[in-house]
């Protein structure tokens, strides 16, 4: 089975500071994907970005990068230089190769304060 | 192009009617994907379609859920006799082809409130 484990309280940053959200995952599958999704107030989930297991590189998209320890089994979303239309809700999934589902972790809401 | 759309994007019904949601995916995407969310939670996997056909239907709940993809596009999700746990936001969300490496795009959800 898989799952994923988001256990931070509600975060808060400065706007144009960096912050980390934190996602530890367990699968016994070999082959998985983990992705960030954002969710604001209005409900939409949106893409932020994915990490395949076998990806020796971490991934980036623009001010979202993210901090994949395999050993560890965490993958950690960075967001550089906050900006207020960063507060919302984010949640880390997993995709394996045993199945297609994503399993959700519970998610974590951010403020960015002005 | 267009995304994932859903319609409606909210229902009212009384306890014990019955509700059809409907998800048209992204234009070419193979795989279709049901999830609900209640508040405050991650979404929850309901079903995956792959083409017309239900490949995965371990996270429906109970009998009382169906749902179908006729021609391998739009999906209609069906509840029957709705009780008021079913009251959630339902996600519809499709990828290319279902792979591990593909990425889930979501629709603005179905909220149904069943009073």
């Known amino acids: 089975a898989q799952k994923i484990t988001q256990t931070q309280p509600g975060m808060f940053v400065q706007e144009k500071e960096a912050v980390t959200l934190d996602c530890t995952y367990d699968?016994?599958?070999?082959?998985?994907?983990l992705f960030w999704y954002k969710q604001p107030s209005s409900g939409e989930m949106i893409f932020l970005i994915y990490?395949?297991?076998?990806?020796?590189q971490n991934a980036t998209e623009g001010r979202y990068s993210l901090n994949f320890q395999k050993a560890r089994k965490s993958a950690n979303l960075v967001i550089s230089a906050s900006q207020l239309g960063d507060s919302a809700m984010y949640f880390c999934?997993?995709?394996?190769?045993?199945?297609?589902?994503?399993?959700f972790g519970k998610g974590i809401t951010l403020s960015v304060r002005p | 192009g267009a995304g994932v759309s859903q319609t409606p994007s909210n229902k009212v019904t009384e306890k014990g009617k019955y509700v059809e949601l409907r998800c048209d995916p992204i234009s070419g995407h193979t795989a279709l994907y049901w999830y609900r969310q209640s508040l405050g939670q991650g979404p929850e996997f309901l079903i995956y379609f792959q083409g017309t056909g239900a490949a995965d239907d371990s996270g429906l709940p109970n009998d009382r859920f169906f749902a179908v993809r006729p021609e391998g596009s739009v999906s209609t999700l069906k509840i029957q006799r709705t009780e008021r746990g079913d009251s959630a936001v339902y996600l519809c969300?499709?990828?290319?082809?279902?792979?591990?490496?593909?990425?889930?795009?979501f629709g603005p959800g179905t909220r149904l409130t069943v009073l």
């Open positions: 699968t016994s599958d070999q082959s998985y994907g």
């Open positions: 969300a499709s990828s290319f082809s279902g792979g591990v490496t593909d990425t889930q795009y």
């Open positions: 990490q395949g297991s076998y990806d020796e």
């Open positions: 999934a997993m995709q394996t190769g045993a199945n297609s589902k994503l399993t």
